[in-house]
């Protein structure tokens, strides 16, 4: 894959739901300690190389942000990090909330 794909929140809560995936939430801290998905990894710059270092190239990577947007660009740069397949979570985590998901709070 040289270039991340489109995911759906319900594609991207199934892939979780099996460990198939893991899902990294490039929001501000704030806004992860309201809420995030469950298991989902708060990326910022400070825990990138340690994301980058601890995580398997093969494994999937679900990227969220707030709306599907700022995720593409994470996304893009994870495929030039090596990562196999990376998704943009369509919607973001506003469409994660509007789907009912479950959500976690906290660090």
């Known amino acids: ?12 809560f199934a892939l979780l739901e099996t460990e198939q ?5 490039i929001r501000d801290p704030q806004s992860f300690a309201m809420a995030h998905a469950p298991e989902a990894i ?7 190389p340690a994301f980058l270092a601890d995580n398997p190239r093969d494994k ?5 942000c707030y709306h599907g947007i700022s995720s593409q660009g994470a996304a893009q740069y994870l495929i ?14 506003e469409a994660w909330k509007n789907a009912d998901l479950a ?4 660090q």
């Open 80 to 93: 030039g990090q090596g990562f196999e397949q990376v998704y943009s979570v369509d919607g973001g985590f």
């Open 60 to 64: 999937p990577v679900l990227v969220v």
């Open 21 to 25: 995936a893991t899902m990294v939430d």
């Open 42 to 48: 708060h990326l910022t710059n400070d825990s990138l």
């Open 103 to 106: 959500m976690s709070s906290g």
């Open 1 to 12: 894959m040289e270039q991340f794909e489109h995911i759906s929140v319900q594609e991207a």
